[in-house]
């Protein structure tokens, strides 16, 4: 297996630091795998799938994923105002290991008889 970090490397100086920078959280990777299966949903929606996020929270990790450039927040010109949040192509770039993360969790989490 190739190595990602030389030894006399800071970690936040790796592709390895970074991805973990702007995927890392409690949140962030829920996100990323709820917009991953549903392509379009907007705020409220994201709220009921993850249940266990408060408004305020869900508001600030969907900022910081856009400021990333892995989400794309769309808004339409109406009252009440209509957002909605998509992965860029950056963002959908990291869903197939995000994808792959639930694969192994699958087959390799306890099995319950």
């Not at 995927?23 to 379009?40: A, D, F, H, S, T």
Request: aromatic content about 10%; proline content about 4%; hydrophobic content about 35%.
């Amino acid at each position: 297996m190739k190595q990602c970090i030389n030894a006399n490397t800071k970690l936040e100086d790796t592709g390895f630091g970074y991805t973990i920078s702007i995927i890392g959280g409690k949140y962030k990777m829920i996100i990323l795998y709820w917009l991953g299966e549903y392509g379009v949903l907007r705020h409220n929606a994201l709220h009921r799938l993850i249940g266990t996020i408060s408004f305020k929270m869900l508001s600030s990790t969907l900022k910081e994923l856009e400021a990333d450039g892995l989400i794309i927040r769309k808004v339409y010109p109406q009252m009440p105002p209509k957002v909605e949040y998509s992965l860029s192509d950056k963002g959908r770039s990291i869903i197939k290991i995000l994808f792959d993360l639930c694969t192994w969790g699958e087959n390799n989490r306890p099995k319950h008889t």
